[in-house]
Nanobody, 125 residues
Framework: QVQLVESGGGSVQAGGSLRLSCAAS????????MTWFRQAPGKEREVVAAFYHPTGATFYADSVKGRFTISGEEKTKVSLQMNSLKPEDSAMYYC???????????????????WGQGTQVTVSS
């Protein structure tokens, strides 16, 4: 069973930056997509950004384009650099991964096999 471990959450003032990291426990795992989702209290989980390991392609939700950058340092790791943070970015951030055995829209949470426990991001105004 692959485990995803997130790190890097915390509290920051509006306009500040945070960097989240996610690593898979199994080095032999070959994910296609590693993706960040977030969920704020009382709201549905939403996609933030995805990294497609086979090509290095990146995908972003409109709400974070130009502010967040996702990168894949190794085939089982991704990071999310978050700049110009806003109070509405406050949420629990989850890392998710899937491999070639799963298909469907990269933005659909239902297509992901493995999930991390989440890391809290709080942005104060």
């Amino acid at each position: 069973q692959v485990q995803l471990v997130e790190s890097g959450g915390g509290s920051v003032q509006a306009g500040g930056s945070l960097r989240l990291s996610c690593a898979a426990s199994e080095e032999t795992y070959s994910p296609t997509y590693m993706t960040w989702f977030r969920q704020a209290p009382g709201k549905e989980r939403e996609v933030v950004a995805a990294f497609y390991h086979p090509t290095g392609a990146t995908f972003y939700a409109d709400s974070v384009k130009g502010r967040f950058t996702i990168s894949g340092e190794e085939k089982t790791k991704v990071s999310l650099q978050m700049n110009s943070l806003k109070p509405e970015d406050s949420a629990m951030y989850y890392c998710a991964a899937r491999n070639w055995m799963r298909s469907g829209a990269w933005s659909s949470a239902a297509t992901y096999s493995f999930w991390g426990q989440g890391t809290q991001v709080t942005v104060s105004s």
